[in-house]
């Protein structure tokens, strides 16, 4: 005979699994419903842009894990910054002059003006917008450089400020992810600041450079990074600048993670500096990473299309190659085929993503505008479908390629099952958010909502967190999605009623 505890433990089963089967059927209700709005105002026929900014504004959005920090802060952050430190503008040139004695500029015969003076002066101030951003940069005609290179020199115009106030640049990161519905973002921070003629004298220095560039194979360079490595790792200055770096992040780091919001960090190489100078900037990186957990990955940026960049590049991916087999741990988020017909030389097109891949093991491809001209197209797609996953930067890619529209390769990557994340790149310099880019997916390319949703989990799936992290942003992550198809399933319900 069934005694009565055993009868109510089983009657607990039973009511428990219905609860949860009803559980499921509402959340399955809520997601056909949301899917059904996202549908109604994704119609080729008339896309409603307007709602759809507001669905994809609500909508969890996961990470943004190709995303610049000094690119992110807007030029009117910086410019408060500036009038903190009582430093000024050149009215000429709109750079910032680190004094506060006003004197007159020669160039242009007029003084050095105030950051006030800039705001009350609309001309001057409309003009600082277009240099240190790509505000207005198309809707109207002025003189202008091409727009690769306005993009690129924006940085060189809030150089002198980006590295101040750092503390409060990512907690203003941070509450602009937290008001967009975004779990992560994992920053391009800065590089450590190693400078190799503290470590070599001139003529090392030179004939280092020498060497590296005549190698012809990755055991080559192999020795010759290993003799750097001798020199400068054991070395104290090397180390208490890697120690400073780390110990500067870590106390602006804090008050940062939170039960919603999680940051983390990599380090990075510029391309186009000497090949000694890349080295022991991605070394440095490289340290940073095994010596805070905050630090996550070590990345190159800068111009891919510069003439040092180009020459250099397959050496460049095997310092990779080499650091990553020291360093396995470590994070490799790489630019690679941020280029396009016409902006190099055709030959210059067909390897830059198959070696990011197959020497630097690039476990993430940053842009990957090249892939219709690389030589082994069809191979490399197959490795990135099973190895990699691709970082889609809509909007640099519209304005630093004039790629856009059918004439990008997401069509290709999506046709070949490649994972996607979406990501802002520079927000601050394109003064665009992250629901700024899925509008731009949205529009271009109509992915159903379920893909929409599968770019958002892959975010943080293909982020450089900890895999306990990762289940525990994801978790996070589905009851988020949770409550926004519930809130959307009753707006559409209203929709239809009002109709």
Known sequence: MVNRLTLYSILIVVLSGCANTRVIQSETSHFKATEEFYQSITRPSAIDESTLNLFLTKMPKGADIHHHYSGTIYAETYLDWVKEKGWLINP????????????????????????????????????????????????????????????????????????????????????????????????????????????????????????????????????????????????????????????????????????????????????????????????????????SPLFVGVNIVAPENNATALADYTLHMRMYNYLARNYPQVGRALHAGELTLGMVRPEDLLFHIEEARNIAKA?????????????????????????????????????????????????????YDVPMVISTDDSGVSRNNLTNEFVLLTTRYRPDYSQIKEYVFNSIKYSFLTEEKQKEIMKDLSLRFQVFEKEMSGLWSQIKQAQ
């Not at 476990?363 to 030589?375: A, C, F, N, S, T």
């Not at 797609?381 to 004039?402: H, P, Q, R, W, Y």
């Open 92 to 291: 000429c040139t709109s750079r910032i002059i680190t004094s506060n004695k006003k004197t007159k500029i020669k160039a242009c015969d007029k003084p050095a003006m105030t950051v006030q003076e800039l705001l009350n002066d609309n001309r001057s101030f409309r003009q600082l917008l277009m240099l240190w951003s790509n505000k207005d940069f198309s809707n109207h005609f002025h003189e202008q450089v091409p727009p690769d290179s306005n993009f690129f020199n924006t940085f060189g115009y809030f150089g002198p400020i980006s590295d101040d106030n750092q503390a409060i640049g990512l907690k203003i990161i941070k509450q602009r992810a937290i008001d967009e519905n975004v779990s992560y973002i994992e920053t391009m921070l800065s590089r450590v600041g190693v400078k190799a003629k503290n470590f070599f004298d001139n003529q090392q220095s030179i004939s280092l450079i020498d060497e590296l560039r005549k190698t012809e194979s990755q055991k080559e360079v192999d020795t010759i990074l290993k003799k750097i490595d001798d020199a400068v790792l054991n070395n104290s200055d090397f180390v208490s600048q890697v120690k400073s770096f780390v110990d500067t992040l870590e106390q602006d780091h804090q008050g940062i993670d939170q039960s919603n919001f999680t940051m983390r960090y990599q380090s990075y190489a510029v391309r186009v500096l000497n090949p000694l100078q890349v080295y022991l900037d991605l070394l440095a990186g490289y340290q940073a990473c095994e010596t």
């Open 363 to 415: 476990q993430r491809i940053g842009h990957g505008i090249d892939i219709p001209y690389e030589k082994n197209s069809i191979n490399v797609l197959k490795d990135l479908k099973e190895n990699a996953v691709v970082e889609i930067n809509l909007t640099s890619n519209e304005f630093i390629l004039g790629v856009k529209h059918n004439a990008h390769p997401y069509n290709i990557y999506s046709k």
